[in-house]
T-cell receptor
């Protein structure tokens, strides 16, 4: 079964700092990759997704992620974070052999100091 | 865009009672829905995959008799926590995959269950 690892459990940044959150997965075949954000007290929202094509994916709110197949990675980046980016971020993978099932990473809690 | 409505948002029940949580796809038909559980400060754990018109597929370690799932129509799946106990207190989230367009997953707003 596939697994998803997010190595940064907690990240604290100051406003305007750059952000990179790691995500690695274990499945060797075709994958669909997602990043979700969960703001305090709110439900999960899709930030961006990768299905195929350009491995550099741009999402909402200035986020982007790069799919590096050789590294089984899909890291999330943002050049300059804002206080409003304080939230929990989840990487998720749908592996080709898993039907519609999503496997989530453990999440990264980001706190941005004003 | 695709919308998934989950109800109720929060519920408090007495130990030993049953609680039903509804998940509806509002503007699309979902042959498959997913039920997740999220413990405080932890990630989402898939509990089961709900299949319209057939039995749900449960993940290992999830008690089928405790967490009853019914997916009677293409827009509604229900999760019933039977004979709830305090350890069942958690945040339950449903999700569905919109078959139109880019096949994104949409999540409900979640149900916070507290068993006292």
């Amino acid at each position: 079964a596939q697994s998803v690892s997010q190595h940064n459990h907690h990240v604290i940044l100051s406003e305007a700092a750059s952000l990179e959150l790691g995500c690695n997965y274990s499945y060797g075949g075709t994958v669909n990759l997602f990043w979700y954000v969960q703001y305090p007290g709110q439900h999960l929202q899709l930030l961006l997704k990768y299905f195929s094509g350009d491995p550099l994916v741009k999402g909402i709110k200035g986020f982007e992620a790069e799919f590096i197949k050789s590294k089984f990675s899909f890291n999330l980046r943002k050049p300059s974070v804002q206080w409003s980016d304080t939230a929990e971020y989840f990487c998720a993978v749908n592996a080709g052999n898993a039907g519609n099932m999503l496997t989530f990473g453990g999440g990264t809690r980001l706190m941005v100091k004003p | 865009g695709a919308v998934v409505s989950q109800h109720p948002s929060w519920v408090i029940c007495k130990s030993g009672t049953s609680v039903k949580i509804e998940c509806r796809s509002l503007d699309f038909q979902a042959t498959t829905m997913f039920w997740y559980r999220q413990f405080p400060k932890q990630s989402l754990m898939l509990m089961a995959t709900s299949n319209e018109g057939s039995k749900a597929t449960y993940e290992q370690g999830v008690e089928k008799d405790k967490f009853l799932i019914n997916h009677a129509s293409l827009t509604l799946s229900t999760l019933t926590v039977t004979s709830a106990h305090p350890e069942d207190s958690s945040f339950y989230i449903c999700s569905a995959r919109d078959p139109r367009g880019d096949y994104g997953y949409t999540f409900g707003s979640g149900t916070r269950l507290t068993v006292v």
